[in-house]
């Protein structure tokens, strides 16, 4: 056997493949979707323009915003399929949209079929995701973002409440090869049809370590509650070997930005929550800082993800469903990128266990 490249543990550092959808530079704390700064898209454009952009390389042209209103149109039977938890809702359900709309392998599609399925099932996902709610979903000329706050909160949010809600959906769409998106990736080298691949890197996406990480953070904020009891209450967690959720990144060596927009997004909102929690930002930065001296610790998206939940009314079991909404957009362009030019993904691994072949006993 060919002697194996050795490479950090967790493939940090290591380039996987190419993407011309976007990347991340975290030595500067920036990221880009396609030639745009993905922050100033966030701040300038609508949800929909970046999900054109990430999926076909440009804003969005009336056609697209109204195939994009079109795939919310789950069948009344997909929808009855969703059942459980939000993100086990959203797998049945897209499992069953694809036998619906007899998805094929990818392998066997063009790209325009894959194009396809992939704007069904990335259009599908709140509809299902908020489908757990037992309410009726919204209906009418509105966009992803409205959409999704009417359809998880049941009343009508204001135009401010709308827009962070775009804002902060538009700015997590894609983020590198971050573990999710790289699953979706793995497996549709595998040649599976589009569902499959979302459904897989949906499993990466649930843990705490991931997509699941708003709400946790959060709750480090309201069990700290002052400021001043930041120091107190971390320390001993960090010295048994917790983590401070919300701060620390495996790429940013500067500041997260889509931190930085979300904090200034729910600042424009106001409120108690928010001015609490930039305070103990920088009290549990402070200790973060001492602790690690030689470290750079940031504060990440996921922080200020949660506060911003929290002033939107946005349910906690839906916190982590949000973060979904947005980055399934990321998963289908980049299904369709590694479709388009495909080769199975297939490491080895360096065995390690007892010498081979021993007798049997």
Same mark, same amino acid.
């Given at each position: 056997?060919?002697?194996?490249?050795?490479?950090?543990?967790?493939?940090?550092?290591?380039?996987?493949?190419?993407?011309?959808?976007?990347? =991340?530079?975290?030595?500067?704390?920036?990221?880009?979707?396609?030639?745009?700064?993905?922050?100033?898209?966030?701040?300038?454009?609508?949800?929909?323009?970046?999900?054109?952009?990430?999926?076909?390389?440009?804003?969005?042209?009336?056609?697209?915003?109204?195939?994009?209103?079109?795939?919310?149109?789950?069948?009344?039977? =997909?929808?009855?399929?969703?059942?459980?938890?939000?993100?086990?809702?959203?797998?049945?359900? *897209?499992?069953?949209?694809?036998?619906?709309?007899?998805?094929?392998?990818?392998?066997?599609?063009?790209?325009?079929? =894959?194009?396809?399925?992939?704007?069904?099932?990335?259009?599908?996902?709140?509809?299902?995701?908020?489908?757990?709610?037992?309410?009726?979903?919204?209906?009418?000329?509105?966009?992803?973002? +409205?959409?999704?706050?009417?359809?998880?909160?049941?009343?009508?949010?204001?135009?401010?409440? =709308?827009?962070?809600?775009?804002?902060?959906?538009?700015?997590?769409?894609?983020?590198?090869?971050?573990?999710?998106?790289?699953?979706?990736?793995?497996? %549709?080298?595998?040649?599976?049809?589009?569902?499959?691949?979302?459904?897989?890197?949906?499993?990466?996406?649930?843990?705490?370590?991931?997509?699941?990480?708003?709400?946790?953070?959060?709750?480090?904020? +309201?069990?700290?509650?002052?400021?001043?009891?930041?120091?107190?209450?971390?320390?001993?967690?960090?010295?048994?070997?917790?983590?401070?959720?919300?701060?620390?990144?495996?790429?940013? *060596?500067?500041?997260?930005?889509?931190?930085?927009?979300?904090?200034?997004?729910?600042?424009?909102?106001?409120?108690?929550?928010?001015?609490?929690?930039?305070?103990?930002?920088? +009290?549990?930065?402070?200790?973060?800082?001492?602790?690690?001296?030689?470290? %750079?610790?940031?504060?990440?998206? +996921?922080?200020?993800?949660?506060?911003?939940?929290?002033?939107?009314?946005?349910?906690?079991?839906?916190?982590?469903?949000?973060?979904?909404?947005?980055?399934?957009?990321?998963?289908?362009?980049?299904?369709?990128?590694?479709?388009?030019?495909?080769?199975?993904?297939?490491?080895?691994?360096?065995?390690?266990?007892?010498?081979?072949?021993?007798? *049997?006993?």
């Amino acid at each position: 056997m060919a002697d194996l490249i050795e490479v950090p543990a967790g493939l940090k550092g290591v380039a996987a493949a190419d993407t011309a959808i976007g990347s =991340v530079r975290g030595e500067e704390g920036f990221y880009h979707y396609r030639q745009y700064d993905a922050i100033e898209v966030a701040r300038h454009k609508s949800f929909e323009d970046a999900w054109s952009l990430v999926l076909d390389g440009e804003f969005a042209d009336a056609d697209f915003e109204s195939s994009a209103r079109r795939s919310r149109a789950v069948p009344a039977d =997909v929808i009855a399929a969703a059942t459980g938890s939000p993100l086990r809702a959203l797998q049945k359900g *897209l499992l069953t949209l694809a036998d619906v709309q007899a998805m094929e392998p990818t392998v066997d599609i063009d790209d325009e079929r =894959v194009r396809a399925d992939a704007m069904v099932i990335a259009g599908a996902a709140p509809a299902l995701l908020a489908s757990s709610t037992g309410r009726e979903l919204p209906d009418g000329e509105m966009g992803h973002a +409205e959409f999704w706050l009417r359809a998880v909160r049941g009343d009508e949010p204001n135009e401010a409440e =709308v827009r962070a809600i775009e804002i902060y959906l538009t700015s997590t769409i894609d983020h590198g090869f971050n573990n999710s998106t790289f699953s979706a990736r793995s497996i %549709t080298s595998t040649g599976c049809d589009v569902a499959g691949g979302v459904c897989g890197a949906i499993g990466s996406f649930s843990g705490p370590l991931h997509g699941g990480a708003p709400g946790r953070a959060l709750d480090m904020i +309201e069990s700290i509650g002052e400021p001043g009891n930041a120091e107190r209450w971390l320390k001993p967690r960090l010295d048994s070997g917790e983590k401070a959720m919300g701060f620390g990144h495996a790429v940013y *060596l500067a500041d997260d930005p889509r931190a930085m927009l979300l904090r200034d997004v729910a600042l424009g909102l106001g409120g108690e929550l928010i001015e609490r929690a930039v305070a103990i930002e920088a +009290e549990v930065l402070a200790v973060l800082r001492a602790w690690k001296p030689n470290a %750079t610790i940031v504060t990440n998206v +996921e922080y200020y993800a949660g506060v911003l939940f929290e002033i939107l009314r946005v349910p906690p079991e839906f916190f982590t469903p949000t973060f979904l909404v947005s980055r399934i957009v990321g998963w289908t362009a980049h299904i369709r990128e590694q479709a388009a030019d495909n080769k199975i993904i297939r490491p080895s691994a360096n065995y390690t266990g007892p010498s081979a072949p021993e007798p *049997l006993p």
